[in-house]
């Protein structure tokens, strides 16, 4: 596994973005440990849901549940899936009051304020820091903030470590690929899974793989390219 690889990966995941298909929301469903049987009706049941929510105004969710189909948690979960694929926009879920619907124009600047960094930069938490001078601990309560209000997608926040984990990077990469790192102490050949560490098997120093971040970084400079000319 090469880094070009990896880049044509995370880069035509965000491309991919705008259409759906069964096998993807199953996919999805997964990262999120959920369990979604195939469906003959699944087309059928995201366009009413689109329908719904985009054309019809429709906020209360037991009534697209009902219209479209599916089960109370099936309808949100696919919901949850739309707005993955930023086909539904800017809404927000609210499960407990049971109503999807737009955010208030303060929560659309905010979000903005991170999109790219998440959806198509991957940024870390720090990184995002720097680039817009404030301290993690601000990113992380902003992005806690939407994330409470599940108006981020693709992304799980981990709360414990302060991190963000990309759906993208772990459903095609993580634990599925390995690569070959030399030790930066002594040298050695390991194989460490992409973007994960491992202590080497020699003199049990701890190598990183940076895979992912480089693959990141490349597909940053080429859109900021893109955007200067
Ligand atoms: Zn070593």
Known sequence: MDLEKIIDILDNDYEENFTYNQWSYQRFANFYHQYEQSDEEFNHKIEKIKNLILDLGITD????????GC???EC???ISYLKNKRIIGD????SAAGIV????????????KYQKSIYRFHRSIEEMA?????????VFSELEYLDNKKLLNGIILDKVDKRIIYYTVEKH???????????????????????????CEYCDTIIQDKTIEN???KIREKYNKKNSE
Do not use: F, W
């Open 76 to 78: 949100i979960l696919k």
């Open 101 to 112: 619907a737009l955010c208030s124009e303060e929560d659309q600047k905010l979000l903005k």
């Open 215 to 217: 693959a990141v970084i």
């Open 91 to 94: 809404y927000y879920i609210d």
């Open 173 to 199: 990469l993580k634990e599925k690929y390995l690569v070959t790192v030399s030790c930066e102490n002594c040298g050695a050949l390991n194989d460490v899974k992409v973007g994960s560490k491992v202590r």
């Open 130 to 138: 720097e680039a817009l001078s404030m301290t993690p601990e601000q």
């Open 61 to 68: 969710l037991h009534d697209i549940a009902e219209q479209s």
């Open 71 to 73: 089960a109370y948690d």
